[in-house]
């Protein structure tokens, strides 16, 4: 699969929308697109997409219905890692700092405890 550094703005909304639905049509993506382009766009953006091999398409009568090729549990851990690359020089502790300062964060105690066993578990593994 290509790069998402590689991905603009309108491409990273389809992923994202493909993503959310698991699969859609151009006509689909083109309805749950903020502020959308033109019909002509979004088929361009798909065809791009795929080229880059994010997605693939099967036939459904006439119509191309769109898969992400990675699952987004895949696509999300390569976006954390690049916006920790991004703005935060490479950091997980920065990012993880940031997260946490933020004034509206709510964190269970049973999500401190999960946090706690991850990092537990990691020290173990001699992350």
């Known amino acids: 699969m290509g790069s998402d550094l590689h991905l603009s703005r309108r491409e990273r909304q389809i992923m994202d929308i493909l993503h959310a639905k698991q699969e859609a049509t ?5 309805a749950a697109m903020p502020d959308p382009p033109s019909y002509s766009a979004v088929r361009a953006l798909l065809r791009i997409l795929e080229e880059k091999g994010h997605l693939r398409h099967k036939q459904d009568g006439a ?9 987004r549990e895949t696509a999300s851990r390569s976006a954390l890692k690049r ?13 993880m700092a940031a997260l946490l ?11 401190l405890q999960k946090l706690q066993n991850l990092i537990n578990k990691a020290k173990k593994e001699g992350r």
Do not use: M
């Open 26 to 30: 151009a006509a689909e993506v083109l």
């Open 63 to 71: 119509r191309y219905v769109y898969v992400p090729r990675a699952s």
């Open 83 to 95: 916006v920790i690359s991004t703005f935060f020089q490479g950091s997980v502790t920065q990012a």
């Open 101 to 111: 300062e933020t004034a509206d964060s709510d964190i269970s105690d049973t999500e």
